[in-house]
């Protein structure tokens, strides 16, 4: 079993930046963030191979958002820049068994509880 804990969710005005946390109880091959809107399905953001760092993002937030991961403390980070409000969502860290990304909530088997990220006007 692998615990995954988010941390860094909160109020940003549009334009601003966050940047999210996931401490993981050990590593994983592959990592990712997946957000939820109300009434919507989760949706995949990015990924991260925990060896060599090659990451996948979706094109509603490449070029504004950046994932990275800490190799000594097992934490997976999502830099957030330029922030608009369809970026409003429930901000969920995620982790693999394999070691093949997959942007789908299927690829994943691990989940952490979430952090509520609002963009305000």
């Known amino acids: 079993q692998v615990q995954l804990v988010e941390f860094g969710g909160g109020l940003v005005q549009a334009g601003g930046s966050l940047r999210l946390s996931c401490v993981a109880s050990?590593?994983?091959?592959?990592m990712g963030w997946f957000r939820q809107a109300p009434g919507k399905e989760r949706q995949f953001v990015a990924s991260i191979t925990w060896i060599g760092g090659r990451t996948t993002y979706a094109d509603s937030v490449k070029d504004r958002f950046t994932i990275s991961r800490d190799n000594a403390k097992t934490t997976l980070y999502l830099q957030m820049n330029s922030l608009q409000l369809e970026d409003t969502a429930v901000y969920y860290c995620?982790?693999?068994?394999?070691?093949?990304?997959?942007?789908?909530?299927?690829?994943?088997?691990?989940w952490g509880q979430g952090t509520q990220v609002t963009v305000s006007s």
């Open positions: 995620a982790a693999s068994r394999g070691t093949v990304v997959v942007a789908d909530t299927s690829g994943y088997d691990y």
């Open positions: 050990r590593r994983m091959s592959v």
